[in-house]
């Protein structure tokens, strides 16, 4: 378990997630990257206290939707080409962390396909609000 997943401010989180959401992009600094797209593997984590996500009425308005993280992402990799996924990890954290209910966001991106001799290479971000 992750040393993030152990902070104190994250004790009265219920914790959303969205895994191995492949998207294809155009993502990396060599000129071969340039050509075309890449598979990226996105993880996301989203912390949000139990007091604004714990459902009275059943109803989704009163959770953080799991579209919320899809279409951000979706958002981002729109915008054109990325050198850096280190970009991309800080950039969808900040529009992650921007929505009002999350607290905390742990977010992973790799590239399954850079090196025959591995699983991927990749990038993890983890950013609590400031109080």
Do not use: W
Not at 97 to 112: D, G, I, M, N, Y
Request: net charge negative; with cysteine.
């Amino acid at each position: 378990m992750s040393a993030a997943l152990l902070h104190p401010r994250l004790a009265d989180c219920r914790r959303l997630f969205l895994r191995d959401y492949e998207v294809h992009i155009n993502i990396g600094v060599h000129d071969f990257e340039k050509r075309g797209e890449q598979r990226v593997v996105i993880n996301v984590e989203l912390f949000v206290p139990l007091a604004l996500s714990t459902p009275v009425e059943d109803k989704l308005r009163e959770v953080v939707d799991y579209d919320f993280m899809r279409s951000t992402i979706a958002k981002r990799v729109s915008q054109g080409h990325i050198h850096l996924q280190e970009t991309l990890c800080d950039d969808l954290a900040k529009a992650l962390l921007a929505h009002p209910q999350v607290r905390a966001v742990r977010l992973s991106t790799e590239k399954p396909d850079v090196y025959p001799d591995c699983d991927a290479v990749g990038v993890e971000v983890f950013h609590i609000k400031e109080v």
